[in-house]
Nanobody, 115 residues
């Protein structure tokens, strides 16, 4: 059974940085898409960034220039480097991977940006 395990969340001051990681276990198939979503209290889950196995990336306008997504699709691992963090980046961040024809989600990791 495939499981996604996220790490790297925490508390950081505005302007600081965090790096999130996502590793999939239990699959011999390669991931086609690795994405990060986030959900703030009272808001809908939104796409933050995604990367395909071909290396094509996509970012939400609100994080362009500050966040960088990377991946090793052969190892089904993905990372999200978050710089210049703002209070409004506070949310639970979820990793998503498309492996084979199946969608997988991580359990979520809390990112809190506060002074």
């Amino acid at each position: 059974q495939v499981q996604l395990v996220e790490s790297g969340g925490g508390l950081v001051q505005p302007g600081g940085s965090l790096r999130l990681s996502c590793a999939a276990s239990g699959s011999i198939l390669r991931s086609y898409v690795i994405s990060w979503y986030r959900q703030a209290p009272g808001k809908q889950r939104e796409l933050v960034a995604s990367i395909t196995s071909a290396g094509t990336t996509n970012y939400a306008e609100s994080v362009k220039g500050r966040f960088t997504i990377s991946s090793d699709n052969a190892k089904n691992t993905g990372n999200l480097q978050m710089n210049s963090l703002k209070v409004e980046d506070t949310a639970v961040y979820y990793c998503y991977q498309l492996i084979g024809r199946n969608n997988y989600w991580g359990q979520g990791t809390q990112v809190t940006v506060s002074s």
